[in-house]
């Protein structure tokens, strides 16, 4: 397939390469201003050797499939796909009837973890009664991760976690399709893939683990520190990835309904800046980095923008490009014809 550059009329051209400055300088917030997008840390790199992140402007079931089919990716056994199955009762939460040919495509078992917040998803039974709700048990098999307990992964190269504490029927997949909706996060300032996994896939402890950055399993999930819990995030990517191995999982990114508030917020804030795509790829930094880079040129993302610089956001990419989990240069690559 030819590759194009994307949105060869808004973004420039070493966006392919390497796009974490934008062409205007970003919003600052209300508060104390937080540091724009720096660039990226990483030592030089043939441009060749760059992760590749293929993009549709298609948000359809129709584009969901066509970037997940050029990625050329096939699991080798049972499929776990990563979604949030969102809080009621009005939250963004990607749709069945998006999501389902893909799931289907990869015979696949959609999969979460219960909530360590309270809410209508932090209970098995009413979790499940979610799922059902939003159309999910009618589109593919259902099954929470945490329902029968958890179990430890080991985390190695970073300074704020040991282990990754994930719900324990994850040891019944293989293969990981990550399938994140894009949008803001009141503590992160944004979700994407690092996200989805680093506390979609923890058990409840587990998500008190990484938002305190490992220093309790209970508890309040309100952490003082805001960029060592950012750092957490990357590192418990980082060991689901050492135990299932990196060739087996891929990450996509839908980025629709670009709210500033998470689908874990059952009355988000309404988007107030338009749709963009859907972006593939097989390194979680490189997919995260180029949304990031793609709302920093969008026109009308002041808010959403505001948010991430609110909280720190790119810290989370920052340091996990710093532990080698991937990288926040890479290739762009329109797939539309």
């Known amino acids: 397939m030819k590759k194009q550059s994307v949105f060869a009329a808004l973004l420039p051209a070493a966006l392919f390469l390497t796009s974490c400055r934008t062409a205007s300088e970003p919003v600052q917030p209300s508060s104390a201003p937080s540091p724009q997008p720096s660039e990226s840390t990483a030592p030089e790199t043939d441009p060749a050797d760059l992760p590749v992140v293929y993009f549709t402007s298609d948000i359809s079931a129709d584009g969901l499939v066509k970037v997940y089919e050029v990625l050329g990716w096939q699991p080798s056994g049972k499929t776990a796909v990563k979604i949030s199955t969102g809080e009621p009762p009005a939250s963004n939460y990607l749709r069945p009837e998006l999501i389902r040919d893909l799931v289907q495509k990869v015979d696949g078992t959609i999969v979460e973890c219960n909530t360590a917040y309270g809410g209508s998803r932090s209970g098995s039974a009413m979790h499940k009664q979610v799922a059902k709700d939003h159309g999910f048990t009618d589109i593919a098999p259902f099954d929470l991760l945490d329902e029968d307990g958890e179990t430890e992964w080991p985390v190695s190269g970073g300074t704020r976690l040991q282990k990754a504490i ?3 029927h ?35 402890s587990g998500k008190v683990y990484v938002h305190t950055a490992g220093t309790k399993t209970s508890g309040s999930i309100f952490s003082s520190d805001q960029d ?88 989370t990419l920052e340091h996990a490009e710093e532990i080698g989990l991937g990288s926040r240069k890479y290739q762009l690559v329109k797939i539309d014809e």
């Not at 949008?183 to 923890?202: E, L, Q």
């Not at 957490?232 to 990114?253: F, P, T």
């Open 166 to 168: 994930v719900g324990s």
């Open 170 to 204: 994850a040891e019944n997949y293989s293969d990981w399709v990550i399938l994140s909706h894009f949008k803001g996060h009141a503590m992160a300032g944004f979700g994407g893939a690092i996200k989805n996994v680093a506390i979609g896939m923890s058990s409840p």
């Open 228 to 315: 060592a819990w950012l750092e957490a995030l990357g590192e418990m990517v980082s060991g689901v990835r050492d135990h299932v191995g990196a060739e087996h999982i891929i990450y996509i990114n839908v980025m629709n309904r670009l709210s500033v508030d998470c689908d874990c917020d059952g009355t988000p804030a309404e988007p107030d800046m338009h749709d963009i795509g859907i972006l593939a790829g097989f390194d979680p930094v490189a997919v995260d980095q180029a949304c990031i880079d793609l709302v920093y040129q969008a026109p009308d993302s002041a808010s959403l923008i505001r948010r991430i610089e609110r909280q720190h956001g790119i810290h």
